[in-house]
């Protein structure tokens, strides 16, 4: 064996043990007469001490070539150690080693591996072997680790069943692009990757598996925004026989029992909040409630007077700060840069300081008198001492714009701590919305997702007022779950599919396969898939998911390390019947 013990566990008990131990070197330090190697594995690091009078000449004199990352091997007895570090698990003792072997060399890293590292995060990926080796990646990848265990004891506890689907799939227009993958075998026909394995775990159901579970890739091809990749890990459910109440249930089982075992964390029951509520309270349908800063609608208070954009505006809403009122006018006109950037939008803002004396001071004084500006505290639940940041314009787009502001302000005061979790559901989102391009409706969540039952009548008067059974988990400002109950009648999935603009043809050729499977006693079902990336980022105090990703992709979907996608040569081309037309 290489190693009778790693370079984490070794205490006092061990003083006077003979052992082995294999690993890379962190750092070495050459006094002349001693020499100390700090040597690392995965479960951590171990003083060696190299001792002039005390180790054997060869040995003392192949230690001074030892160079960082070098990989090696040596045997030696613990000794106590006189100079203790108390911030080591191993920092009570060393190893005064006996025989030195060189596993490997190492040439000079490109970047330090220490916890605060000099390498920026392109040259940190190009090489992402080596930066898996630094604590904080290497232990966001064990916390990985067990968050999916937790999820699959927890899971198989509750009686599901963990299957693998197919990845190489059949094209259907989900949402995003597809991958595709050509077929040799079959020339001029493709697979895809799925986006997610929705009519697999739907025909589980019809096959009578009742609880289903799988964590599994799933691939979109889309331009990506911020932290996302084009491959991802969903933990994915279906259960049979159920109603929307059992499936919230389920997983809210799932989250607390995560939140208790790894973080030490109790949660009560999560809250509930419709999607027009979260909409219009919060400016989007994911809202972070570990802080205030709910919107106030001013249109009954702040139009109808002399200031024109407010008065041609659809929306004016505001928000108040607490303890805004000490911003100095460089830290308000900063804020107000900040919303006019292209990626918020907004033409300008108006702001009110609700001063500690009880006067009110805005930038639009002159059309606005102290009764007025106290409706607007009133309005923004605005105390004493905080700021009223108001934004006017469009309705949708307005509280799109607020909603942004809302996050960089609490960002900014430090309100969005990542010890703190604070989970909820929001429900009743609507189950259509209209394409102004396209000139018709999309499916909001998926076409398979099922009408409140108390709504299906709207299909032929009112689609866009019909609510889905659909349901989100929100956790600190980000969606980490979403589901439905499904349509399991195959005339109420014809009907939608009609609805969303498909012929009846289209609807065979796409999805034939679940139609007809309906036909054999399809049961009621529903499920629930949770973002794994983003869910294990966010209990890991981070919302920034590369890190908890082995081999992450950069924001162009490449992966910089293996310079993938390349191209192929003519003859894998010839070989798949593929012609190339780049122009």
């Known amino acids: 064996m290489y190693r009778s013990h790693t370079c984490g566990e070794l205490n006092a008990s061990h003083i006077n043990t003979e052992v082995t131990l294999a690993g890379w070197v962190q750092k070495s330090r050459d006094k002349g007469f001693m020499i100390w190697v700090d040597l690392r594995d995965r479960y951590g690091i171990t003083q060696l001490i190299f001792d002039e009078s005390r180790t054997d000449k060869a040995v003392f004199e192949l230690a001074k070539t030892l160079g960082r990352e070098f990989v090696i091997q040596v045997k030696g007895k613990v000794i106590e150690r006189e100079s203790k570090n108390p911030n080591m698990a191993t920092g009570d003792i060393e190893i005064l080693v006996s025989e030195l072997t060189i596993l490997n060399q190492a040439i000079t890293p490109p970047f330090t591996i220490e916890d605060e590292t000099d390498g920026g995060e392109d040259i940190r990926m190009k090489y992402r072997y080596l930066d898996i080796r630094r604590n904080p990646v290497k232990n966001s990848l064990l916390f990985r680790h067990k968050v999916a265990q937790e999820v699959r004891n927890y899971l198989s506890n509750q009686g599901f069943c963990e299957v693998e689907t197919p990845y190489l799939i059949k094209s259907t227009p989900e949402g995003a692009r597809d991958f ?149 006018r460089k830290e308000i006109d900063a804020l107000i840069d900040w919303v006019k950037r292209p990626q918020v939008g907004a033409s300008g803002m108006v702001y009110c300081k609700y001063e500690a004396d009880g006067s009110l001071k805005s930038s639009v004084d002159k059309f606005y008198d102290q009764e007025d500006l106290k409706k607007w505290a009133e309005a923004t639940g605005a105390k004493q001492g905080d700021i009223i940041f108001v934004l006017s314009g469009p309705a949708n787009k307005t509280r799109t714009q607020l909603s942004a502001l809302r996050m960089e302000v609490a960002t900014r005061l430090g309100l969005r701590k990542p010890d703190e979790f604070a989970p909820l559901w929001v429900v009743d989102f609507p189950l259509l919305e209209w394409d102004e391009e396209s000139e018709r409706y999309h499916a909001m969540h998926h076409p398979f997702t099922s009408p ?63 139609m007809n499977a309906f036909q054999y006693g399809a049961p009621p079902h529903g499920g629930l898939a949770f973002g794994l990336d983003r869910l294990v980022a966010i209990l890991g105090g981070q919302e920034t998911i590369r890190d908890f990703i082995a081999f992450p992709k950069n924001n162009s979907g490449r992966d910089v390390m293996i310079d993938a996608p390349s191209t192929i040569d003519n003859k894998q081309l010839d070989e798949l019947f593929i012609q190339l037309n780049l122009q």
């Not at 980490?480 to 399991?488: A, L, P």
């Open 452 to 514: 409140k039952p108390e709504d299906i009548h709207l299909i032929t008067t009112e689609p866009g007022k019909i609510r889905a059974n659909a349901y989100d988990m929100v956790l600190n400002g980000n969606e980490i779950g979403g589901g439905s109950i499904r349509i399991h009648d195959k005339d109420l999935q014809a009907r939608m599919f009609e609805l969303l603009g498909f012929t009846k043809e289209e609807a065979e050729n796409q999805f034939g396969f679940l």
């Open 180 to 328: 595709v993958v050509p077929s040799r075998m079959n020339p001029g026909q493709f697979y895809a990757l799925p986006q997610s394995p929705q009519t697999f775990k739907q025909l589980l159901m019809v096959g009578g598996m009742d609880k289903y579970f799988q964590i599994v890739k799933c691939f979109r091809d889309e331009d990506l925004r911020a932290d996302r990749q084009p491959e991802f890990t969903q933990i994915d459910c279906e259960m049979a026989f159920v109603e929307q109440e059992d499936i919230i249930n389920m997983f809210e089982g799932l989250t607390r029992h995560l939140l208790k075992e790894l973080k030490g964390i109790e949660v009560a029951e999560f809250p509930r909040i419709t999607y027009d509520y979260a909409m219009k309270t919060y400016g989007n349908d994911k809202p972070d409630i570990r802080f205030g800063m709910e919107f106030g609608e001013l249109n009954a208070v702040a139009q109808h007077k002399d200031f024109g954009v407010f008065n041609a505006a659809e929306l004016v809403v505001g928000i108040a700060v607490p303890g805004g009122a000490s911003y100095t």
